[in-house]
């Protein structure tokens, strides 16, 4: 049988319905790659691992011996010698596991998504059109494995802490491949479930939910900054920067383009007006839809966007003033996730309702 041989149209719905909660299903765990991922770095175990084995890195250590020569690498390498020399094997072990776990639910989401569209693939349930978007995200899965050991290999150096810039891309692409499933999940839902409640004020709204979609990202953009330069730890008040609204130093460093990466309080100053800014703006837009007439799912969607916003804000101001306590900072990458994924549910849900 021809891997192309579509299923005919009484099973349509089905089948295409099944690959949308797959793809769901996947969302879900590139979601909890990101927030592992976010405590691995904030608890400082992302360089625990020297090596990078892409067959048997899912094989953990089970003797005392294995657990040795593995401490022993370690040791080897600018982190232990100029940060952790008082670490002992227990708590090399403390930070060996999260990053383990990290990258191996990496390799069982590559598992999950590899499997499951070979069966689809042979037996014929993959449109056409669907077949370069699910090959594209598998070879972006494999793209970031590959900056995510890029990343690594910048902190095993004189300097153990790995660059902002990787760190930040690395981020990124993660959230690039969940926005991208989540996206098609959603046109292979709305194909097979249309919804047509509709009022012509809807037309008004895609372009702007698009614009705040960007400044999400863009956030979130300016957040791999901070984390990359720990620079939650400074100026831990708000909504001040210790006694100035804009702290002394801000765009000191030159060029000034080179500040808005390479300056940790300048990337702080950046991350609070970006943040704020998007915060406002959706507080703005949510405030102007109420003056519209919109069917319920758009209100129930909107009110999603808003709560969410709420919630990342407080989490990011509680984080500056707690000095980045770590299931709050965690929570604060999260929510950044979440927050998108609310304005991507509206967006898509703004474009695919038309008349009837």
Request: charged content about 10%; aromatic content about 12%; overall charge positive.
């Amino acid at each position: 049988m021809s891997c192309y041989n579509y299923i005919p149209n009484s099973h349509t719905v089905i089948l295409t319905l099944k690959i949308a909660y797959w793809l769901l299903g996947l969302c879900l765990l590139v979601f909890l790659m990101v927030v592992i991922g976010g405590v691995t770095r904030l608890t400082g175990s992302g360089l625990s691992m020297v090596e990078w084995s892409p067959v048997t890195g899912f094989i953990p250590p089970f003797t005392e011996s294995d657990w040795q020569r593995l401490f022993d690498s370690y040791r080897q390498y600018p982190e232990f010698l100029n940060v952790n020399q008082s670490m002992d094997l227990a708590g090399f072990k403390g930070i060996f596991w999260l990053e383990f776990i990290h990258r191996v639910l990496g390799r069982l989401i590559g598992i999950a998504f590899l499997l499951p569209f070979l069966y689809f693939l042979i037996r014929g349930m993959i449109p056409k059109n669907l077949a370069p978007k699910l090959i594209i995200m598998f070879i972006l899965g494999g793209l970031q494995g590959l900056l995510g050991w890029y990343m690594v290999k910048s902190g095993l150096v004189n300097d153990p802490h790995v660059s902002q810039y990787r760190l930040t891309a690395h981020l990124m692409l993660a959230v690039a491949i969940y926005s991208y499933m989540l996206w098609t999940a959603l046109n292979l839902i709305a194909d097979e479930r249309p919804y047509t409640e509709f009022t012509p004020d809807i037309l008004k709204l895609p372009g702007k939910t698009l614009i705040l979609v960007l400044l999400v990202v863009f956030t979130m953009i300016s957040g791999g900054f901070v984390a990359g330069l720990k620079a939650g730890l400074i100026y831990n008040t708000f909504p001040l920067m210790g006694d100035s609204l804009i702290a002394p130093g801000v765009y000191a460093l030159q060029p000034w383009y080179l500040a808005m990466m390479d300056d940790a309080i300048t990337v702080q100053f950046n991350h609070r007006l970006i943040a704020l800014t998007t915060f406002f703006l959706i507080i703005g837009f949510y405030v102007y839809h109420f003056r519209l007439k919109l069917p319920s799912r758009t209100k129930i969607l909107f009110t999603l966007v808003i709560i969410a916003s709420v919630i990342q804000v407080s989490l990011g101001i509680t984080t500056l003033l707690l000095r980045v306590p770590v299931p709050i900072a965690a929570s604060h990458q999260a929510g950044a996730l979440i927050l998108l994924t609310t304005l991507l549910l509206l967006l898509h849900h703004l474009k695919s309702t038309k008349p009837v």
